[in-house]
């Protein structure tokens, strides 16, 4: 696996050469360090054995019933293990750059039980040094199971998704031109919620948001960035993702602190603890709302995620360009702003669907509809589809009643196989401003441009912002501390590396922004 993870990194940045690669495999046993440098960018690529049984079962006793605090006190020893085991390296970790972790470890099945896996634990610990992580599963073949046939593919999706944290994606150019404001930029929010059924068994809320600004100077180069709410404002994709797994230490509840005169909400009722939650979480959409004045931005919402603690997104609540994010009356928009509201099959809230054909069988099409409305009236809600995905290998003709004939003439059968369909993906324009000019198709089909990234095979689920907004919540991982541990103790005493540049799209190539992967192998 380590050389297929080389092998697919240089062939995902085009690099020439091996980096260095040793000729003996005795040399793999201590640390290995490979090099690449082109015009754009330079990557080093640290290569370590994750010695000490480190990727294996946690410090639990055997079974599958353990108590929250002895899960909570076996995730933050081997947190510390990892943070020391990234402080040993040679040239240790590289504080000024961006750097992430592509770590193979076993997959859930193979650990003794869910409490005993230490994936969590690793990105916690990679997280304390200032590291991302992305795993990757052993190769193995088991009855039921086999993950070599594939290595290669996960190989390459293992370091598309590990670029995809350090914020580098090809920004889905629209091809709307004027039909858009000027420098229209698209910001994403997106609902953490943890349960205590999770693996660090600890409950908590967290309220994410991402903002993906194009460089209008190099189409499809765009600058990508979270809000970190403590600071106040917008930083750098991953170091957003690295501050959301750090202060983690303890359960992540959304329950703001008591203002002046109020008691404290401990021991709330579900319905009052879920009233302090909506609160808090709409004076945090306040102060990210008021972030994004005087630039044209859209703001994109998932109805199924946003809807229990954004209220306004109900369809019994809502009223067309106007918003409300608090206790204060409904008002009309920022002039700048545009919400649109995206809605999903979850929930079976939107249907699957099919393109008829009047001269052949039904098919699959890719295009933005809308229902015919009223004269005089402007429609307000779109339904975007796309292309088949390329895992779907049944035939659109398929027949579940016969068989068939197939483009080359052959009989075919297809009643023994599952046949899909896909979901459409509802775009509603809630907020816009038609007296200056808006049309909500247009923007509508912005959003449904959104999901056509030009870098992934197959179209994704939600539109681009989104998307990176909800993958923002694997780094979320809360845990009751250990006793004796505050809150945070360990990124206090870090002293915060991650504050230094960690750009996406945004830096020029000369910045080296993609200048470290660490590599570590199970």
């Not at 999770?198 to 209008?216: I, K, S, Y």
Request: glycine letters at 6%; hydrophobic letters at 40%; charged letters at 25%.
């Amino acid at each position: 696996m380590r050389d297929t993870c080389i092998a697919a990194l240089t062939t995902h940045l085009g690099l020439e050469g091996d980096g260095g690669v040793p000729v003996s495999e005795q040399a793999w046993e201590d640390a290995v360090d490979l090099s690449w440098c082109t015009p754009e960018l330079e990557v080093r690529l640290h290569c370590r054995k994750l010695v000490r049984a480190l990727a294996h079962d946690l410090a639990l006793l055997e079974g599958r019933r353990h108590s929250a605090k002895a899960v909570a006190e076996a995730v933050h020893e081997r947190r510390r293990q990892i943070g020391q085991f990234l402080a040993e390296w040679p040239e240790g970790v590289e504080a000024d750059r961006p750097s992430v972790a592509v770590v193979e470890i076993d997959r859930p099945d193979d650990f003794t039980s869910s409490d005993h896996d230490a994936k969590f634990a690793v990105r916690l610990g990679c997280a304390d040094a200032g590291v991302l992580t992305q795993f990757t599963a052993v190769p193995k073949q088991v009855q039921g199971y086999d993950s070599v046939k594939d290595k290669e593919f996960r190989a390459a999706k293992a370091w598309d998704d590990a670029l995809r944290q350090l914020g580098v994606r090809v920004h889905p150019e629209h091809t709307l031109g004027d039909r858009l404001p000027e420098g229209l930029r698209f910001a994403a929010v997106w609902m953490v919620r943890k349960t205590r059924r999770n693996a660090t068994r600890a409950a908590g809320h967290l309220p994410v948001a991402v903002l993906v600004t194009p460089d209008p100077s190099t189409p499809g180069q765009a600058r990508v960035e979270g809000w970190d709410d403590e600071v106040r404002a917008w930083v750098p994709y991953p170091v957003l993702l690295l501050r959301l797994a750090r202060r983690s230490g303890a359960s992540v509840p959304l329950v703001p602190a008591p203002r002046d005169g109020e008691a404290p909400t401990a021991g709330l009722s579900y319905w009052a603890d879920r009233t302090e939650q909506r609160r808090a979480c709409e004076e945090w959409l306040q102060r990210v709302r008021r972030s994004l004045r005087g630039t044209p931005t859209m703001l994109l919402a998932h109805g199924q995620n946003m809807r229990a603690h954004w209220t306004w997104l109900q369809d019994g609540k809502v009223v067309a360009d106007r918003l409300r994010d608090g206790h204060a009356p409904m008002r009309r928009i920022d002039p700048d702003l545009y919400l649109v509201r995206v809605r999903t099959a979850r929930g079976r809230e939107t249907p699957q669907w099919w393109a008829e054909n009047p001269a052949g069988a039904n098919g699959l099409t890719a295009h933005l509809w809308t229902a015919p409305v009223a004269e005089g009236r402007t429609a307000r809600v779109f339904w975007s589809a796309t292309e088949k995905a390329r895992t779907a290998k049944l035939s659109v003709a398929a027949d579940k009643l016969a068989p068939r004939t197939n483009s080359k003439g052959k009989l075919v059968i297809d009643t023994n196989k599952a046949a899909w369909n896909p979901a459409l993906v509802e775009l509603a324009v809630l907020g816009c401003h038609l007296e200056d000019g808006d049309v909500p198709e247009a923007l509508a089909l912005a959003a449904h441009q959104l999901r056509q990234a030009p870098d992934l095979p197959d179209a994704l689920s939600l539109p681009l912002p989104l998307h990176l907004a909800g993958l923002a919540q694997e780094y979320v991982l809360p845990f009751k501390p250990a006793q004796g541990e505050t809150p945070d103790a360990d990124a206090a005493a870090d002293g915060d590396p991650d504050e230094a540049a960690a750009p996406g799209l945004d830096a020029g190539p000369e910045e080296g922004q993609l200048a470290l992967f660490d590599a570590a192998r199970a």
